[in-house]
């Protein structure tokens, strides 16, 4: 048994009422894999979370864990823990009575649940808390005993429903690690539901991307990043600009023909001919000269509309003929100055304009 999948998902769908929501999903995970489920509010993710940990009633498809069929079973016969977006922890119970809440449920002996909370107030630095009343708490010291209730169970399979989401900015980051360390560490299969990109790309080992209840790509962090394979995953993982331009064949391979606010470049990756939509970062760009040459690039001509500074770089906006452009710079520039904006060739993800559909705009 130990050989086989912590989770297999197959064909499920489910929904509320009439509405399908969940559209013949396909997803397995791998014991001590770390898949982080991202996607957009109502694309289904929380809904499959909920599915997999047995609160969300299925329509059709089935979900096995390790090998046992689960998909009929209540939640506490699932032999998974989960994390939940609210902490929903005891308000009334001290640290120690929340962790040992679902230990207590399955009649574990005293003198175990006291060594495995030992074990679980070290490992989240919570010593000297087990007596103290969760709602006198600070929000990271809350979500870190609401883990500590998941992990006591020594579950096999942990579900984190956007756990993180609650926190500001510094907790956040530092239970990030804390949450992968401890993965890493206790070998348990982890599914993290999240809307955040640069939460699931620094924590997983694979990220989904779903879109409109279905699985739009699955793969590691770089592969999803770097080359993707909709309109829809490229803006979604921050490919957020969007320039038509039209391929063609040349005596060397594929070009990119000139255009009205841009020269053409060669073109040296595998692309679709005739008009396309390319996709590209806004760090992916730089501003140069409105004549600015160079092999392997092709530069827009335009000018600056607007200018920020979020602090270690400038943030502009960019118009080239009817479109604007958001691009990075470390250097300052006035509004209103003509600029070239200077584009690599390989960091443009493009599609035929048959695929703009699924970019969501």
Known sequence: ??????????????????????????????????????????????????????????????????????TAL??????????????????HMTVAGNIGYGLRLRRVPRAEIARRMTAILALLNLDGLENRKVTALSGGQRQRVALGRALAVEPRLLLLDEPLSNLDAKVRLKLRGEIKALQGRLGFAAIHVTHDREEAMTMADQIVVMEAGRIAQQGTPEDVYHRPRSPFVAAFMGAENRLALEVATAAEGLQIRPGLHHQGAALRQEAPLGPVEAYFRDDAARLAAPDHRAPDEITLTGRITQKSYPGGYYLYAVAVGDRDFAVKDGRAFDVGTPVGLSLPVAALHLFGRDAQDGAGN
Do not use: N
């Not at 397995?28 to 991202?38: E, M, N, R, S």
């Not at 509010?41 to 089935?62: D, E, H, W």
């Open 1 to 70: 048994m130990s050989g086989r999948p912590a989770l297999e998902i197959a064909q499920l769908t489910a929904g509320y009422g009439r509405a399908v929501v969940l559209d013949h999903v396909d997803l397995d995970v791998a014991p001590g894999q770390f898949v982080a489920i991202l996607g957009a509010s109502g694309c289904g993710k929380t809904t499959l979370l909920r599915a997999v940990a047995g609160f969300q009633p299925v329509m059709s498809g089935t979900i096995a864990s390790f090998g046992r069929d689960v």
């Open 74 to 91: 209540p939640p506490e016969r699932r032999e998974l823990a989960m994390v939940f977006q609210s902490y929903a922890l005891w308000p």
